[in-house]
């Protein structure tokens, strides 16, 4: 299944599928993006992390791309588990700011 | 779990209370951070210390006061909210260089959920 953020703020995939978050950013200052992954009740959790020059970055089941030609970011998770659902945000930094601001995010329901 | 504990996890308070939210890392971070959050958005920056100094302020009401004690504490001192206010208040860290947060990544406490009545 796949998103994008600001058009498709839930995203429902199957168990076992790979799920795709999209992100897009509007400041081309930006330099580093994270993703955090936010389940009910709790405080946002880091996920994966990428610097602006990199396109690509792997951690464990989680891929992140960064397309800063067209300022776009995303989330790849494999093999979808029912402990993924929760609201996942995208958020940056601007080149010389010291603050990180978070995009408006996406919730993943797993279907059984 | 995280290692940026908040205390309390539940406040709730009237409009002529004060009180105040407590934050703490030992993860050895420089940089300390107070988000507001609503329901069903994105944590949105109010505050960012570095180095125990407020290095921002996001135009934030001054009933919202922030108070670095030392490098491993954050407080939010609370005083004549509305109701408006109320919301999940989080707290966050990360690494600091050259007096302004880099680009580390942070983590987040678990936060305190205010309810002003």
């Known amino acids: 299944g796949e998103s994008v953020g600001l058009h498709l703020p839930t995203l429902s995939v199957q168990e076992g599928d790979n799920s795709i978050i999209n992100c897009a950013y509007s400041?081309?200052?930006?330099?580093?993006f994270i993703w955090y992954k936010q389940e009910s009740g709790k405080g946002p959790q880091f996920i994966i992390d990428?610097?602006?020059?990199?396109d690509k970055r792997q951690g464990q089941r989680v891929t992140v791309l960064l397309n800063k030609t067209v300022k776009h970011l995303s989330l790849q998770i494999a093999a979808t588990q029912p402990g993924d659902s929760a609201v996942y945000f995208c958020a940056e930094r601007a080149g010389n700011a010291s603050k990180i601001i978070f995009g408006s995010g996406t919730r993943l329901s797993i279907q059984p | 779990d995280t290692e940026v504990t908040q205390t309390p996890k539940h406040l709730v308070m009237g409009m002529t209370n004060k009180k105040s939210l407590k934050c703490e890392q030992h993860m050895g971070h420089r940089a300390m951070y107070w988000y507001k959050q609503k329901a069903k958005k994105p944590p949105e920056l109010m505050f960012v210390?570095?180095?125990?100094?407020?290095?921002i302020n996001e135009s934030v009401p001054s009933r919202f006061s922030p108070e670095c004690p030392n490098s491993s504490l954050l407080n939010l001192h609370l005083h004549a909210l509305q109701p408006e206010d109320s919301a999940l208040y989080l707290c966050?860290?990360?690494?600091?260089?050259?007096?302004?947060?880099?680009?580390?990544?942070?983590?987040f406490g678990e936060g305190s959920w205010l309810t002003v009545v």
């Open positions: 400041n081309s200052a930006s330099d580093y």
């Open positions: 966050a860290s990360s690494h600091s260089r050259q007096g302004r947060a880099s680009g580390n990544t942070i983590y």
């Open positions: 990428i610097r602006s020059n990199m």
């Open positions: 210390y570095s180095y125990e100094k407020l290095s």
